[in-house]
């Protein structure tokens, strides 16, 4: 069964993220990640950037689905200021 930890350890290394929150609940991940790698990306490049480090996990079928939300440092302030509203 996929961890927290491996897929931490395989974003850190590939992203150097600014943040990382994963949840993993059996073969499904949820992924918040935060990286300035994303400034002037397309969302869909910014999905890929996280699943490449993954694809191995997702091939053998440890980790079945992802479920990812990709922000810029900019972005994920203000995601956060919303929330904090709510």
Do not use: C
């Not at 961890?3 to 395989?10: D, F, G, K, N, R």
């Not at 950037?49 to 990709?70: D, F, M, N, Q, R």
């Amino acid at each position: 069964m996929i961890t927290t930890e491996q897929i931490h350890t395989l974003l850190v290394s590939a992203l150097s993220p600014e943040d990382l929150l994963i949840k993993v609940d059996g073969s499904h991940a949820t992924i918040t990640v935060v990286s300035a790698a994303f400034a002037e990306l397309s969302r869909v490049k910014k999905q890929q950037l996280v699943y490449a480090p993954l694809k191995e996990l997702i091939g053998s079928g440890e980790l079945h689905a992802v479920s990812i939300k990709t922000y810029t440092p900019g972005e994920w302030l203000r995601q956060k200021k919303l929330a904090n509203l709510s």
